[in-house]
């Protein structure tokens, strides 16, 4: 019997070249899957450039995999158009290659609610992309439930970590910390605001693949506790050596940006998430799996500036 193969599209995203050094510190056989050649990636590691949107780029992308980490997406503000098929592409060839299916995925899909999110909280979103993402989710279990392949799905709220930039985190915080400047965060301050570290993505979604028990599942991954984007912001400015400058950008203010940045226009589809405390329950995947770590937030957000410093001077 052959080494069971590791595939994961995407590989030069944040998530995707995580979930590849992760299968390289677990010593699985691996492949790195992107849209282009991209660095960064552990040595050893053979790539491939593939068009995973479709069916031809995403089947071979997926052949002779054992396991498939869909970690690719559009850019935001085209995942009405293109997550889908593009989706629909990597089902198709992971089973076509009876290859198992971990799908990462955020926490769009569930409604607001007063406390922390969990897999009980109600699917039902409130933002364009939140019922993108539920079309997605349900799509990739009805597969599941059909025996086309196995699936499972792990959720993550915003993150953070080398590799990390698109993401609020480092596409708002790192750049303008770094820089000096005042960070512009959308909505509140003081309230807690999950955050999930890259490699502790990493680590929980390389399990879900390794694990029976998490087919046909969805699970919110690992995360610290909430910290307050305030809190949070002082922490990277600490670590940069630089002072902590900040300032929370207001709906009306973020929606006048929208008109010319396509990102700040996508966060108005999602402000629940920064106009109130947005906290995650990871309670059931540390009941199934057992006992898990999740990294020191002081030595991940070490980790993270050091990372972003020192691309910031390698692109300038």
């Known amino acids: 019997m052959s080494t069971p193969l590791h595939v994961v599209l995407g590989a030069s995203g944040g998530i995707g070249s995580s979930v590849v050094q992760e299968l390289a510190r677990r010593g699985h056989r691996a492949r790195a899957v992107q849209r282009r050649p991209a660095s ?6 053979p790539t491939l450039a593939a068009d995973l949107a479709t069916a031809e780029g995403a089947r071979a992308a997926c052949a002779d995999a054992t396991v498939v980490y869909h970690c690719v997406q559009p850019p935001y503000h085209r995942w009405p158009r293109e997550f889908p098929p593009l989706t629909e592409a990597v089902i198709d060839g992971a089973a076509a290659a ?29 933002s364009r992309k939140g019922s993108v993402r ?44 770094l820089r000096g400047r005042t960070v512009n965060w959308p909505g509140r301050l003081d309230v807690p605001h999950a955050l999930h570290y ?49 300032r929370g950008v207001t709906k009306p203010l ?14 108005v589809d999602i402000w629940y998430q920064f106009s109130r405390p947005w906290t995650v329950d990871d309670g059931l995947y ?23 410093r020192a691309h910031t001077a390698t692109a300038g």
Request: a neutral charge.
């Open 134 to 177: 539920k079309a997605m989710a349900d799509r990739l279990l009805e597969a599941h439930g059909t025996g086309r392949l196995n699936v499972t799905i792990g959720q993550a709220s915003d993150y953070y970590g080398p590799g990390g930039t698109n993401s609020v985190i480092g596409a708002v915080v790192l750049p303008a910390v």
């Open 198 to 246: 890259l490699p502790d993505i990493a680590a929980a979604l390389v399990t879900l693949g390794e694990r029976d028990d998490a087919d046909g599942r969805t699970f919110i991954l690992p995360a610290a506790p909430a910290p307050t984007p305030r809190h949070f912001i002082e922490q990277v400015a600490a670590a940069a050596g630089r002072r902590a400058r900040m």
């Open 254 to 267: 973020l929606r006048l940006a929208g008109l010319s940045d396509p990102a700040a226009r996508e966060l």
């Open 40 to 45: 960064g990636l552990p040595s050893g590691v």
């Open 98 to 126: 009876g290859a198992k299916l971990v799908f990462a995925d955020n926490l769009y899909l569930y409604e607001p609610v007063d406390g922390p999110v969990s897999e009980r909280t109600p699917r039902r979103p409130t």
């Open 286 to 308: 540390r009941r199934t799996f057992g006992p898990v770590e999740t990294a020191a937030p002081d030595e991940a957000v070490a980790a993270t500036v050091a990372w972003h």
